[in-house]
């Protein structure tokens, strides 16, 4: 089994320092009066690349051997992920590779190449970008990096926590997105050293509750690609180490609708003047819409990423 513990976490924060952005913690009077709380929201949507997946992508392609670095690094992904890749890549002066859908948005496209990586098209119906990228592997002895799961990930995504926490000291909740697990892995690794009563609690859309079953069910379950406007959470099953994490450490997950994010969406850009993607919505929509009661407590939530094109947001 992959060590993966605090002294990880610790470890990937000096590694990110100065790299990545120590972004800020915001407060709303309206948030704490709906909510009878102290609610503290970490704002990864002014992060680089839009979301905290440059932590992670940044601490993985720090610890590539010299051999692997010149080889450089592999994704598959349309989303966040991807861009957070090859802009850590650009930045370490190592080449790139990104599967990404031939039916992308066109800005997505623009903005990974811009950052430096080749860009791998595939047709999502019909072709499988696991099999693309691993000959990308095969043929360049590159390194394919995962979203999620995958140990060097984890412990970077979990420096969202570890700064929460060296800014607001111990909380009561924890509130953190759930996708393959990546960020709510790391960000309890985190709590356990630095807030240990603090109780973990994840939150997924509700067409796609698959962490929440395998988190009751103590196995994961794998589910359809789900229907939801969380498109960062849209994965069928979480990761084997991220799980294992979150079996030990996280204490349930609850669920939103889709109609919650877009008030959620609505509640940031009017009240709190930000801009954020609906899956970054999905643990201040469970906070917000009093899901586990959180009166007289002093709670933390993970806003995860702002890339949302402004037609969407508008809608
Ligand atoms: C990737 C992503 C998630 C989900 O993260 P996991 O580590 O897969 O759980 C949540 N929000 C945003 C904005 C993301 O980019």
Redesign the pocket.
């Known amino acids: 089994m992959t060590q993966i513990n605090y002294a990880s976490v610790a470890a990937a924060a000096q590694t990110i320092n100065g790299v990545a952005l120590r972004t800020p913690v915001l407060t709303s009077r309206q948030a704490n009066e709906q909510t009878g709380a102290q609610v503290h929201f970490k704002c990864e949507n002014f992060q680089r690349v839009g ?1 905290f ?1 440059f932590r992670g992508a940044y601490n993985a392609l720090s610890r590539f051997t010299d051999q692997h670095k010149r080889a450089g690094a592999v994704a598959f992904s349309s ?3 991807a861009q957070a890749v090859a802009l850590a890549a650009q930045l370490l002066g190592m080449p790139s590779v990104i599967v990404m859908p031939a039916d992308s948005v066109p800005g997505k496209l623009a903005a990974t190449r811009a950052y430096g990586a080749e860009v791998i098209l595939y047709d999502r119906f019909n072709e499988d970008r696991e099999a693309i990228a691993r000959r990308a592997v095969a043929e360049r002895g590159a390194t394919l990096v995962p ?2 799961d995958h140990a060097d990930v984890i412990a970077g ?1 979990g420096t969202v926590a570890k700064e929460l926490f060296e800014e607001t000291g111990a909380l009561d909740y924890l509130f953190v ?8 892995a790391g960000c309890a690794l985190a709590a356990a050293e630095l807030s240990p009563a603090c109780k973990i609690i994840g939150v997924e859309p509700q067409a796609g509750n698959d962490a929440q079953l395998s988190l009751r069910s103590g196995a994961i379950v794998r589910i359809p690609v789900p229907q939801t406007i969380a498109d ?2 849209q ?1 069928s099953a979480v990761g084997q180490l991220t799980f294992q994490i979150m079996q030990r450490l996280v204490a349930d997950i609850v669920t939103v609708t889709d109609d919650q994010l877009r008030a959620q969406m609505r509640f940031f850009a009017e009240r709190m003047k930000i801009v954020v ?1 609906p ?2 919505c999905l643990a201040a929509a469970a906070v917000m819409n009093r899901i586990i009661d959180l009166r007289g407590k002093r709670v933390g939530v993970v806003v ?2 702002g890339n949302v094109d402004l037609a969407q947001l508008g809608s």
Request: charged share 10%; hydrophobic share 25%; with cysteine.
């Open positions: 979301a997946k989303g966040n992920h979203p999620f995504q997105c759930v996708g393959g697990g990546g960020l709510i960062g959470a994965t993607e899956t970054g995860s990423g």
